[in-house]
């Protein structure tokens, strides 16, 4: 004898499916929502969605949530996400990397990981990194020599950033 079903059943399927779609957002669109919610001060919420983000592999979401475990001391855990981030190529996880090893947080200190690490994000044009490496070479930082060259080098491209972002944000008002 089949199991018949009748229409309350296959409403509650319906239903059913519409939510799991929503539930299953878009990591981008969870990490945009996520700032959202963090700008607003729901950090509980923030959080989740990052972490949600992060676990379908998205790069932005790992680093940012890796932001947010440094912050709260969880270090390990920050550094586990960084990773995944910055192994994908991702310029603010490999920062965050960076830093983790510059501080000896959540990893052995290691100043060698640690540059290699910020000079990956400020080759792509990440101004904390590129802002940091002037800094370590202008003061002989992170296990560097004092450079002057090296400093002046990565402080014109931190101008040249900065610049760039102030040029956009006049021009989009502009429009």
Same mark, same amino acid.
């Given at each position: 004898?089949?199991? #018949?079903?009748?229409? *309350? =059943?296959?409403?509650?399927?319906?239903? =059913?499916?519409?939510?799991?779609?929503?539930?299953? !957002?878009? *990591?981008? &669109?969870?990490?945009?929502?996520a700032e959202e919610a963090f700008l607003? %001060? $729901?950090?509980?919420? !923030?959080?989740?969605? +990052? #972490? &949600?983000?992060?676990? &379908?592999?998205? *790069?932005?979401?790992?680093?940012?949530? %890796?932001?947010? /475990? $440094?912050?709260? @001391?969880?270090? @390990? @855990?920050?550094?586990? +996400?960084? #990773?995944?981030?910055?192994?994908?190529?991702?310029?603010?996880? @490999?920062?965050? /990397? %960076? #830093?983790?090893?510059?501080? %000896?947080e959540g990893v052995k200190k290691d100043t060698q990981k640690a540059v290699y690490w910020i000079r990956r994000a400020a080759e792509k044009d990440y101004l904390l990194a590129v802002e940091m490496l002037a800094q370590a070479y202008r003061i002989g930082d992170l296990g560097l020599s004092i450079d002057v060259q090296q400093s002046q080098f990565w402080e014109t491209k931190g101008r040249t950033l900065k610049n760039g972002v102030i040029n956009n944000k006049i021009i989009k008002k502009t429009e």
């Open positions: 004898m089949g199991i #018949r079903y009748g229409q *309350p =059943f296959w409403v509650g399927v319906g239903a =059913f499916s519409l939510l799991s779609s929503v539930a299953l !957002a878009d *990591p981008a &669109q969870d990490t945009a929502h607003v %001060g $729901d950090l509980a919420k !923030a959080m989740a969605l +990052w #972490r &949600q983000a992060a676990e &379908q592999n998205y *790069p932005a979401a790992q680093a940012r949530l %890796g932001d947010m /475990l $440094d912050v709260a @001391e969880q270090d @390990e @855990e920050a550094v586990r +996400w960084f #990773r995944k981030a910055a192994d994908q190529g991702h310029a603010a996880g @490999e920062f965050g /990397l %960076g #830093r983790m090893y510059a501080a %000896g």
